[in-house]
Structure formats: structure tokens, C-alpha cells
């Protein structure tokens, strides 16, 4: 019976032995798993991260060139079409010294003249008091759109308006060069009151004595709806957005004056610049970035110089913008990471169950 037991009691130690040995591989199998999904997931991550870093990199560096170079787009349309305006304007100013003989001979040459550029507000010649004597003290004639497409003359120089007092007229009578003026608001009562700048030109007699002081108004509101196109034709552009890489191009232009004012912008996003460093800049004609919160809305503004006149131009970017990109690069980030550990574990299970 002693004998029994003892044989009973070997027989089920062997067996309990034979049943860890069997158990066995199965943990190191188990533990093979562990420690592999510990290796292969800090790695999986770190790359990630690393990748992940160099996009975002790449994507502000990509913002950085387009919308800089967007900037000097835009700033060379406006400096085109400020230029075309000077060309145009100068042919005009050129008539008016041909013909100082009568006042009609120049009312005829601003008049033919004028008709080149229809998008001119109007034409004026600020004479020197008492020029004609005819005419009296003031004599300023107006060649200008009013309600209609076709131009009409109207004399603007008065006692009320009384031209030889205005900035544009004695900067031009003491310099003798041509510029443009600082913006200004005109207000008469009439269709022609309005915010303007204008193109300014001394011109003298055959004696070499000052007759006039010539100009052609430009109204803001033409210049606004220009942007506007120029903005628009940008977005659409196929060259400059062949590549979104998830990106809305929600931008708008504006254009400053060396103060910090704006002088023109879409409706309802007049944004004046009272930052120090970017005020100097506009001064001192230097392009920069800053990044400033926009009618409350954080946004990113890429500003330089215009040439031919002294006005920068502003691009203004909503920071959601050039986030969202990155959002959404980040979430495919993410959908990649959990997809990969998905991927590993199936296989690690696939290959416990053939062990």
C-alpha cells in the first residue's frame, strides 16, 4: 500500500512537471511578443514624430514662399497698373503744355487726352492765380467721370476750394517734380467727392515760369475693386496653386501708407498697423512677416514695398488656414500609427497561435 501511494504521488509529480515544460514555451513566446511590441512601438513612434516634424517644416517653409511670393505678385499688378496710370497721365499733362495759350485750347487738351484712360477719375490743370486774366483768380479745370461713362468739364477752383493751399499744389510749385500725393478726401457736394489720390505734375510755360500744376485722380474704390481682381485671379491661378497640400487659400491684400494707415481694403477690413518694428519697416520700404491678431482673428501678415509709389501692400492670412494643413497631417499621422500596432499585434497572434 506504502508502495502504491509512492508510485501514485511520482506519477502526478511527472505529470504536473510534464505540464510546465509544455506551459513554458508559451510564456517565452508571450514574453517574446511583450518585449518585441516594446521595441518595435517606441521606434514606430519616434519616426513619426521625426516625419512628422519635417512636413510641418516643409509645409511653413512652402507658406513662407507662396504667400511671399504672392506678395510681390500682387505688388508688381498694382505697380503695373499705377504705373500705366502715370504713362497715361504724363501724355495728358504733355497736351495741356502744348496748348497754354486760351483756357479753351486747355480744356480741348485735357480732353483729348483723357478718353486713354477710362479708368482715371479725372484730369485736372491748377493754374497759377490770375494766369488768365480772363478767368480771374482761380482757374481749374476739371475734365472727370461723373454719372456717366463719358468725361465733362467742370471748374472746381474757387474761394471755397482755393487749390494754391493744398499740399500736392505747393509741394509740386516748390520741387517742380512729378509724385503722388498722400491720400486725401475731396468733398464738393457733387458726384465727385470721394477719397483719392492723384498724380501730380509741375508744368511750365516757354518763359520756364510755372502755369499749372496738372494731376489725374485715382478714387480708392476703383483701386479696392483692382485689388480685389487681382486677388481673385491669384486664388484661381493654376500655376501658383497646382499643389493645396490641404490647404484653403483664404487670404485678402490690403495697401498701407508709410504711417500705418489703410487706404485700401475689402469692405469691412480696415486693419491700420500700429506695431513699431512694422512701421519702421514700412518706412524704411523693407518687407517682413508678423503675426497679429486681425478684427480678433489670429492671422499671419506678409507685408512689403510697392514700387513706384510710396505704399507697401499686405497679405493677410488666417492662421487656421496654415494650421489646417497640419491638423490634417497630424491626424493621418495618427490613423498611420494606430493602423501599424493594429498590423503588428495581428501578426504577433498570428504567429503565438502556430506556437
Known amino acids: 500500500m506504502v508502495f502504491n501511494a509512492e508510485c501514485i504521488n511520482f506519477a502526478y509529480c511527472l505529470?504536473?512537471?510534464?505540464?510546465?515544460v509544455k506551459q513554458e514555451p508559451k510564456k517565452i513566446v508571450a514574453r517574446q511578443k511583450l518585449y518585441l511590441l516594446l521595441i518595435v512601438l517606441p521606434v514606430l513612434i519616434i519616426t513619426l514624430i521625426v516625419a512628422f516634424c519635417v512636413c510641418s517644416h516643409f509645409l511653413q517653409a512652402e507658406n513662407h514662399i507662396r504667400y511671399v511670393g504672392m506678395n510681390k505678385v500682387v505688388s508688381e499688378k498694382i505697380a503695373k497698373t499705377v504705373k500705366s496710370m502715370e504713362t497715361n497721365a504724363l501724355n495728358?499733362?504733355?497736351?495741356?503744355?502744348?496748348?497754354?495759350?486760351t483756357p479753351e485750347s486747355v480744356v480741348s487738351a485735357l480732353h483729348s487726352k483723357a478718353s486713354l484712360a477710362p479708368d482715371v477719375r479725372g484730369y485736372f490743370a491748377a493754374f497759377e492765380p490770375h494766369y488768365f486774366k480772363e478767368k480771374g483768380q482761380w482757374f481749374e479745370p476739371y475734365v472727370h467721370h461723373s454719372d456717366s461713362t463719358e468725361?465733362?468739364?467742370?471748374?472746381?477752383?474757387?474761394?471755397?476750394?482755393?487749390?494754391?493751399?493744398?499740399d500736392w499744389y505747393i509741394h509740386a510749385k516748390n520741387f517742380g517734380e512729378s509724385f503722388w500725393s498722400e491720400p486725401y478726401y475731396y468733398y464738393d457736394g457733387t458726384s465727385i467727392s470721394g477719397h483719392y489720390t492723384t498724380f501730380v505734375k509741375p508744368v511750365f510755360d516757354s518763359a520756364g515760369n510755372l502755369a499749372c500744376v496738372c494731376g489725374a485722380d485715382m478714387t480708392f474704390?476703383?483701386?479696392?475693386?483692382?485689388?480685389?481682381?487681382?486677388?481673385?485671379?491669384?486664388?484661381?491661378?493654376?500655376?501658383?496653386?497646382?499643389?493645396?497640400?490641404?490647404?484653403?487659400?483664404?487670404?485678402?491684400?490690403?495697401?498701407?501708407?508709410?504711417?500705418g494707415s489703410c487706404i485700401v481694403h475689402p469692405e469691412g477690413k480696415n486693419m491700420p498697423i500700429k506695431d513699431e518694428n512694422v512701421l519702421r519697416d514700412l518706412t524704411e520700404k523693407k518687407s517682413?512677416?508678423?503675426?497679429?491678431?486681425?478684427?480678433g482673428i489670429?492671422?499671419?501678415?506678409?507685408?512689403?514695398?510697392?514700387?513706384?509709389i510710396d505704399w507697401s501692400l499686405a497679405i493677410i492670412v488666417p492662421k487656421y488656414s496654415t494650421l489646417k494643413a497640419m491638423f490634417l497631417l497630424g491626424v493621418t499621422f495618427c490613423g498611420i500609427a494606430l493602423i501599424a500596432i493594429i498590423l503588428i499585434w495581428l501578426v504577433l497572434y498570428r504567429y503565438s497561435l502556430r506556437e
Open 298 to 308: 489670429p492671422s499671419v501678415v506678409y507685408y512689403g514695398p510697392i514700387e513706384h
Open 151 to 166: 468725361f465733362e468739364m467742370t471748374q472746381v477752383g474757387s474761394a471755397r476750394h482755393d487749390y494754391t493751399k493744398s
Open 288 to 295: 517682413g512677416i508678423v503675426e497679429m491678431d486681425v478684427h
Open 92 to 101: 495728358v499733362f504733355d497736351e495741356v503744355e502744348k496748348h497754354l495759350d
Open 221 to 259: 474704390e476703383w483701386l479696392t475693386k483692382e485689388l480685389q481682381k487681382i486677388d481673385e485671379a491669384s486664388k484661381s491661378d493654376s500655376l501658383l496653386n497646382a499643389y493645396h497640400l490641404l490647404r484653403d487659400f483664404d487670404f485678402y491684400s490690403i495697401i498701407l501708407t508709410n504711417d
Open 15 to 20: 505529470h504536473k512537471l510534464v505540464r510546465i
